[in-house]
């Protein structure tokens, strides 16, 4: 059964680090582009960023780019996303998706796209 799970949410400062894993079982990662998304109280599900598979093309929403980096070791059928420099309107529950899209192609941050999601982490930014 193909599950995502993620983890390393956390209160945090405003200014500090985090680093979100995200686990995938039941199916290759290296297949799925991975998609990160977030959602903050009484706001819309947000995308935050994704890379693609094959060749591992990133996006950045621009309210995180230069803060976050996403990144995926497909032999741990792992992912992560950085969280640096967290600011708190960064406040929100995360989530990580999996996109059985081609190879190759650019991700997109469509959640209608994807395919698995985790259950979200909550990560809190104090000011």
């Known amino acids: 059964q193909a599950q995502i799970v993620e983890s390393g949410g956390g209160l945090v400062q405003s200014g500090g680090s985090l680093r979100l894993t995200c686990t995938a079982s039941?199916?290759?990662?290296?297949?799925?582009?991975i998609g990160w998304f977030r959602q903050a109280p009484g706001k819309e599900r947000e995308g935050v960023s994704c890379?693609?598979?094959?060749?591992?093309?990133?996006y950045y929403a621009d309210s995180v780019k230069d803060r976050f980096t996403i990144s995926r070791d497909d032999e741990r059928n792992t992912a992560y996303l950085q969280l640096n420099n967290l600011k708190p309107e960064d406040t929100a529950v995360y989530y990580c998706?999996?996109?059985?899209?081609?190879?190759?192609?650019?991700?997109?941050?469509?959640?209608?796209?994807?395919?698995?999601w985790g259950k979200g982490i909550l990560v809190s930014v104090s000011s």
């Open positions: 039941g199916f290759t990662l290296g297949y799925y582009a």
């Open positions: 890379i693609s598979n094959g060749n591992g093309r990133i």
């Open positions: 998706a999996a996109d059985n899209g081609p190879m190759g192609f650019p991700c997109t941050v469509e959640p209608k796209t994807y395919n698995y």
